[in-house]
């Protein structure tokens, strides 16, 4: 009779590894938050065009674009880990169950990473370029190399990222259903532990608590979502106070601020010339503004909306007795609007509003200053705005007591004749043409010489 060596070396598999049951904690964590984020963001998107037009809608596609930004940064971290650390072995099931599941899977992470990215690339050629901010702080650029392209090909992008987009949202509701689908046969018929390996411990069968907490986390998730973007259409904003009596007329951005005061360095005189010999110098009087206010009034899909200019100077000659010398000289530096939204201060600069980089300033120059009664006048003249000159009326008030003035006035102009909005905002169905416009300021008299 020969014995046979009962030594480790005669069976190998006595100090071979045990593969892994369940998924790692990292992966296992990155699995649950991607997964609630998606399925909110679904009920997210799908109710967007729900929202009415105007700031709420926007703040529910800067919501959306936040969120989709956080999946797309989490579902990169969680393929790089999953490349790194393999899954565990999978029950024995049939081959055609191993392949359908492999192709769900490998299609989840297609769409956890595709649609972000295409909705990213439509926000980046976007025909009006308004910066990503994710959740209100932390700003997000375009995709490199797209924001800068010639608008044809910009538009050829935009639609590759709008049908992709599209598409990707049908796609992701089939996975899901096919995944989810899964999950429950897995779990309620098939009964074996394909579940525990994202859920270590849990046990198959309709008793197993987390499968239904985790069901019910789901379903609140979307819910979440869904409720997001429930807005109530009567909601309006306050009117700044500068602009409280003003009429609801529109310009380019939301969100109600107050009407910034203007410094005194903001209203540096240039010099003026001298009269004629048969003038008296002493009947004129060069102001310098001391401090003043100017403002615009609007509104968009009838939720009022306020701006301001905190840069502006003015060169002022104007007596009361001598109107035919008076002179007015306005010049606003247009990248100084604030709305009290930086991403839409942001966007207003652009060609597609204010064209800052051909025409920096908007600047009025009288030719006549009347007087229609009192301490009213009408200074007439021309307005040069985004590069078209037309010419304009401004009314104003001015009380003069002693070497000090103050003035105040109002008027309404039409944007689209400046071609303030172009593209999809030159129509006027969400933000009306006209632009209310206010503004008031202290001087300093001195004789002009």
């Known amino acids: 009779m020969t014995m046979t060596d009962p030594s480790p070396a005669a069976d190998s598999s006595i100090d071979a590894p045990v593969p892994a049951t369940s998924y790692t904690r990292v992966a296992i964590a990155l699995h649950w938050i991607i997964a609630l984020c ?18 709420a809608r926007y703040a529910a596609f800067q919501l959306h674009k936040s969120i989709g930004i956080s999946i797309l940064l989490l579902s990169v971290a969680r393929l790089a880990w999953r490349l790194l650390h393999p899954a565990p072995p999978e029950e024995s099931m049939p081959y055609w169950q191993r392949l359908a599941s492999g192709v769900v899977h490998w299609g ?19 025909k009006l370029p308004i910066p ?91 819910l979440i979502g869904s409720s ?15 602009t409280s009596q003003l009429p609801p007329v529109p310009v380019a951005v939301p969100v109600a601020s107050p009407v910034p005061v203007a410094t005194p360095s903001t209203a540096v005189t240039p010099p003026v010339p001298s009269p004629t010999p048969t003038e008296s110098a002493a009947q004129l009087t060069r102001w310098t503004v001391q401090d003043g206010k100017l403002g615009f009034s609007t509104n968009w899909a009838d939720t009022p909306i306020t701006g301001s200019f905190s840069r502006w100077t003015a060169d002022i000659v104007f007596s009361p007795d001598m109107l035919e010398r008076s002179t007015l000289t306005v010049r606003i ?32 120059r009288s030719d006549r200053i009347r007087s229609t009664g009192g301490d009213n006048y009408v200074a007439t003249g021309t307005l040069d705005l985004r590069g078209t000159k037309k010419k304009f009326a401004v009314p104003f008030t001015v009380r003069i007591k002693d070497e000090s003035a103050s003035a105040h006035g109002a008027f309404t102009l039409d944007r689209t004749l400046f071609g303030v909005g172009q593209g999809e905002w030159s129509t006027t169905d969400q933000i009306p043409a006209a632009v209310s416009v206010k503004f008031s300021l202290r001087a300093k008299g001195a004789p002009a010489k």
């Open 38 to 55: 998606l399925l909110g963001q679904i009920a997210l998107g799908w109710r967007l065009h729900d929202v009415p037009d105007g700031p």
């Open 108 to 126: 989840l992470y297609l769409i956890m990473i595709g649609l972000p990215l295409t909705g990213w690339i439509m926000v980046s050629t976007s």
């Open 132 to 222: 990503t901010r994710l959740f209100g702080v932390v700003p997000w650029p375009a995709v490199p190399g797209l924001s800068h392209l010639e608008p044809a090909t910009k538009a050829i992008w935009n639609s590759v990222g709008n049908t992709g987009h599209a598409a990707l949202v049908y796609l992701t509701i089939a996975l899901l259903v096919l995944h989810l689908g899964a999950v429950v046969k897995h779990q309620l018929i098939d009964k074996d532990k394909i579940f525990a390996r994202m859920v270590p411990g849990a046990l198959p069968g309709w008793k197993e608590p987390r499968f239904w907490g985790l069901a019910a986390l789901a379903l609140a998730a979307a």
């Open 228 to 242: 997001l973007v429930r807005v109530d259409k009567t909601e309006r904003g306050p009117l700044a106070p500068e």
């Open 333 to 364: 530096d247009l990248a100084s609007v604030s709305t009290g939204d930086s991403q839409r201060d942001a966007a207003l600069p652009t060609s597609d509003w204010f064209d800052i980089a051909a025409h920096p300033s908007a600047i009025f």
